[in-house]
């Protein structure tokens, strides 16, 4: 009865975590208040000092609400705290002193232009 009751967790666990990766890939971010997904392709980084571009990058987005975090691969510095005002279902503004620049993101691509402090962040990536 025991082994019985074991087989069954791991069967349950093995459906539910089978179930959630498979959802996470279909996700629009524009469509949750809680987002995290990763986007891989062209990124680039611009500042006084550094001159950074990648064409096998990554970019891993969290959401929560209408605050966002772009975490960068290859050296690129992090670009986090930004939030956004909805222009259409799938393109933010920036809002507020946090920077200007324009993103595009949906469940199957991130397009980044943004600056901050003289500094530029680029993206062009699928997922």
Known sequence: MKMLRIVGLLLFATVMITAWTSCSK??????????AGTFRGRIGYTDAEKNISQDNGSV???KINTRYNFRFSDGIPDLTGVEFTKKDD?????????????????????VIGFQRDGRSWTADCGR
Do not use: C, E, Q
């Open 26 to 35: 279909n996700t629009d971010p524009a469509d949750v208040d809680v987002f």
């Open 60 to 62: 891993f987005v969290t």
């Open 90 to 110: 799938n393109t933010l503004v920036s809002t507020g002193s946090a920077g200007t620049g324009l993103i595009t993101i949906n469940k199957d691509r991130l």
